[in-house]
């Protein structure tokens, strides 16, 4: 038996529960940047330069539906329409929010700050600095309806040397990065988060899992896991033209004691493949490749 639905409640919660014996559920995320180009392919739509495919990929994202609009506006008013859709038909018949305000609001700080570090705790200050009062349990409540509603996924951090998950803070990373767009009038790229999100949502789409790595007061973009040895640690910057940026970039990778693989991902068009076995790839002809880590 196969059951399809539109919407992430459909397969979720109290319908999973009801189906007995075996079961696979399989999750369809939005285009990834390789996926992208090859959907423009299949649809005849023309091919700019791999770089300002990317920059479009950035604000457009993936969602196939909106591939069919020329227009940017009309791509960001399809994203829009999207998004309000989820709320109208999956949020609201199945969540009862009373304060619809306060919910938009959290929901719009998180997406908002989509990459950084964030606490239940310190979204409770924040709000309580406004003058706000909102308790622990809701804004839990309305995190994990975001969850639920595959709007945000939570990457949790790991402890590099004891090997154990950390619990409270986390990173919030967008199921596509036109959510972000669709809802900010500001269209300037912010490159740490953006290109965080889009390997974030390759890697993931290629079966990996991802965690956010610590090691001392130093962070690793990524933790990526595949198969029981398949073990990675990933960094990820906009460049390393500057020295002081390559520091900071390789600095946690030779905190690390073990020897499994570690990348560093770029926009950088000319870079030295392997350094102190560090290897240093560019984003854009990676996923474009539809490359796997090794």
Do not use: H, W
Not at 39 to 60: C, G, P, S, V, W
Not at 82 to 99: A, G, L, R, T, Y
Request: net charge negative; hydrophobic share 35%.
């Amino acid at each position: 038996m196969l059951i399809t639905g539109s919407n992430s409640y459909l397969l979720s919660g109290e319908l999973v529960t009801k189906l007995t014996g075996r079961k696979i559920e399989i999750e369809m995320l939005p285009l990834n940047f390789y996926e992208y180009i090859e959907m423009k392919k299949f649809l005849n739509i023309e091919l700019n330069d791999l770089r300002d495919e990317f920059e479009t990929y950035i604000r457009d994202g993936g969602f196939p539906g909106a591939l069919k609009y020329p227009d940017e506006k009309d791509r960001l008013e399809y994203t829009k329409n999207v998004i309000s859709d989820i709320f109208e038909k999956d949020i609201k018949p199945n969540e009862k929010i009373q304060n619809v305000e306060m919910f938009d609001s959290i929901e719009k700080y998180v997406i908002n700050n989509f990459g950084s570090i964030l606490s239940i705790d310190n979204i409770v200050k924040y709000y309580q600095g406004l003058n706000i009062n909102i308790d622990y349990r809701t804004v839990e409540r309305y995190i994990k309806i975001l969850e639920n509603a595959k709007i945000i996924y939570p990457c949790d951090e790991f402890d590099v040397k004891s090997k154990r998950s950390l619990g409270g803070n986390k990173k919030y990373y967008l199921a596509d990065l036109s959510i972000y767009y669709s809802l900010n009038t500001d269209n300037r790229i912010s490159y740490g988060p953006v290109l965080e999100n889009i390997v974030r949502n390759y890697l993931i789409s290629k079966g990996y899992s991802l965690s956010v790595g610590k090691i001392g007061e130093l962070e690793i973009d990524f933790i990526a896991r595949k198969d029981r040895d398949d073990y990675f640690y990933i960094q990820i910057s906009k460049n390393i033209e500057e020295d002081k940026t390559k520091n900071r970039e390789y600095r946690p990778f030779y905190e690390i004691k073990d020897m499994y693989p570690r990348y560093l991902f770029t926009l950088d068009l000319i870079i030295k493949d392997n350094v102190d076995g560090i290897r240093n790839k560019n984003i854009i002809k990676f996923i474009s490749n539809n490359e796997d880590l090794k």
